[in-house]
């Protein structure tokens, strides 16, 4: 049961969060003329829920299979790629949006989100 709702959670956590970039998802991150920075929904959690995402469907689906060990190579390469992408498209964010990303920034975990008491 927890192996479905993992990847559950994380195929609607994915879509949620593809959604509410609208048309501002692209494969190569790029600046978008006019664009806004997106800050509500899923990004109120975390600045790049889409990874959380596609991590906890990597976890979830490890899981149902019984790939245990696989995890332990599958999860340190994901989170390596993902860190380089994070601090690519973060870093054109600031260029972009300046202090009002730095503020984003300070107050929102960039994967993982923070436990509240």
Request: proline content about 6%.
């Amino acid at each position: 049961k927890l192996r479905f709702r993992t990847k559950h959670y994380a195929a609607v956590l994915f879509a949620a969060a593809v959604r509410r970039l609208g048309g501002g998802m692209t494969q190569f991150p790029r600046p978008k003329d006019g664009g806004e920075l997106v800050v509500g929904g899923p990004y109120a959690v975390v600045r790049h829920p889409i990874y959380l995402g596609m991590l906890l469907f990597l976890l979830g689906l490890a899981v149902a299979m019984g790939h245990w060990l696989q995890l332990l190579v599958a999860v340190p390469l994901f989170l390596a790629g993902t860190r380089i992408r994070t601090n690519l498209e973060d870093a054109l964010l600031k260029r972009q949006f300046g202090g009002e990303f730095e503020d984003y920034a300070r107050t929102t975990p960039a994967l993982i989100p923070r436990l509240r008491a």
